[in-house]
């Protein structure tokens, strides 16, 4: 089976632009996380879903960034506009049920110059 | 609040040696898992093992076993017969149910030399 895929892997961007990150979870799961990991701060959760509906967005930095998921099998993060401190690697991950192990997919390098 | 801390930054151990990462947390909470999870060069964030709390008994896959001490708030993780693929960074965490969200460490960067 597929683990969770992201898209791009590598991504290089200047301030101010739109940066769309990608996540396809694995088949099935119907919990989707999104982290952030940095230096300075570690890995935090950013935002969860639960059968495409967003449940807790408090790790959402600030307005710039959104997050959506229109069907089971798709996810975005969005960051408008992009700032230098955004840069950071982005994770992904899903789980089948409340009890289920975290599976995170290869993660996005985002640098923002 | 809810928090994991790795007090190892860094450890270094010659292959096939054994060697012990520690973890310790905080929680209010009585229904949680724990987890160990591996962080190669790649990036790629591999689960390693999962403890459930309400389990007495150690988890174990192949090389790698915990020991958990519950009302210390200890999670262990030891690697025996360690491999230079082994090397990597090492993170613990733990999943309040509740809240959904998973609680990680600060890391430890295990290299293991040839």
């Known amino acids: 089976d597929a683990g969770v895929i992201q898209s791009p892997r590598h991504e290089v961007t200047e301030m101010g632009q739109e940066v769309t990150l990608r996540c396809k979870p694995i088949?099935?799961?119907?919990?989707l996380f999104w982290y952030r990991q940095t230096m300075m701060r570690g890995l935090e959760l950013l935002i969860y879903?639960?059968?495409?509906?967003?449940?807790?967005d408090s790790g959402m930095p600030e307005d710039r960034f959104s997050a959506k998921m229109p069907n089971a099998s798709f996810s975005t993060l969005k960051i408008q506009p992009s700032e230098p401190r955004d840069s950071a690697v982005y994770f992904c991950?899903?789980?089948?049920?409340?009890?289920?192990?975290?599976?995170f997919g290869p993660g996005t390098r985002l640098t923002v110059l | 609040a809810q928090t994991v801390t790795q007090s190892q930054p860094e450890m270094s151990v010659q292959e096939a040696e054994t060697v012990t990462l520690s973890c310790t947390y905080d929680?209010?909470?009585?229904?949680?898992?724990l987890f160990w999870y591996k962080q190669p060069p790649s990036r790629q964030m591999i689960l390693v093992i999962r403890?459930?709390?309400?389990?007495?008994q150690n988890a174990t896959e192949n090389r790698f076993s915990v020991n958990f001490q519950k009302a210390a708030k200890s999670f262990s993780l030891k690697i025996s017969d360690s491999q230079l693929g082994d090397t990597a960074m090492y993170f613990c965490?733990?999943?309040?149910?509740?809240?959904?969200?998973?609680?990680f460490g600060q890391g430890t960067r295990l290299t293991i030399n040839p």
């Open positions: 991950a899903s789980a089948l049920g409340r009890r289920d192990t975290q599976y």
């Open positions: 965490a733990f999943y309040i149910q509740g809240a959904q969200k998973l609680v």
């Open positions: 929680t209010s909470e009585s229904n949680y898992y």
């Open positions: 088949s099935g799961h119907d919990y």
């Open positions: 879903f639960n059968n495409n509906v967003p449940i807790d």
């Open positions: 403890q459930e709390a309400y389990k007495q």
